[in-house]
């Protein structure tokens, strides 16, 4: 807790002056969906109504097989965004991996932005997620916060929304500082194009243990920007608000999914925490990694 928070104290998001002169570069902004007719409509606006130039921005929505009426609205949504808004139909689920990628090959920008589609992102949110990328080429890519929009829905919403907030707010932030953080969400995170680009077809057709990688998809992407030698960095000034689970059982899938990519990704990247996969800011990652799994089992010893 020391060591974190001593980091922690050194964490500001960047920022640019008012008045300054910004040549804001072309984002593509992919969004994967899966039975989300509930927010679908409310997700895609919310990108729109944000204050990024228009010029420079587009959306790519994925139906990933949906059994629902999502696909009606993203073509109702195509209706009043026209050409600035792409739709991509999977006849039948392929995974939100498949979609990401299919996304990817589809889009112009040179900034890829993921988002939930069970998500709002606020105003000013894609233009803060890309301040780190234009002020250093060395940031690969740049999670953003991701805080709950049904918080007061019932007790576990709420602890959850607790959770986010100690993950993103504390974890994400000190981990930003020396630009290692390990998991940028895919509720919302700004990549560099060029990068995803160099191991986009090893990532899409990952296997861990002979098995096709189904889920973690987002720790995975973060892994192997990390192993090409990119900073990842944290900006708690772009915000993305998402539909966390409001019972326990759907809690405790979405738990399972993010501790086995969790284990997966850290035996992936203590095979090359020690090399020379970078140029500064090496050390502060290994201390990092090995308080975070030094936790496991102490707390096995304690139960």
Sequence with gaps: VIFRTIIWFRYKPQTIESGA???????????????????????????????????????ICINDGSTDSTFFYMLRAKQVYGDKLKVVNF???????????VGLKKSRGEIIVTVDTDSKIGRSTIRNLVIPLIKDERTGAVAGRVAVL???ENFLTRMLSVRYSISFNCGRAYQSVYGAVFCCPGALTA????????FINEWVNQKFLKTACTYGEDRALTTQILKAGYMTRFQSNACVYTKVPTKLAQMIRMYLRWTRSYIRESILFAKFMFSKYRKKHRVMPIFDF??????????????
């Design 290 to 303: 090995f308080f975070l799994n030094i936790l496991h089992p102490f707390h096995i010893f304690s139960l």
């Design 21 to 59: 002169s910004v040549n804001w570069p072309f984002v593509s902004v992919i969004m994967p969906a899966l039975n989300e007719e509930e927010l679908i409509e409310k997700s895609i606006a919310s990108i729109f109504n944000s204050n990024y130039p228009q010029d420079k921005l587009e959306v």
């Design 150 to 152: 049904n918080e007061k």
């Design 91 to 101: 006849r039948e689920n392929q995974g939100k991996r498949k979609a990401l990628y």
């Design 191 to 198: 990549y560099r194009k060029n990068v995803l680009l160099k």
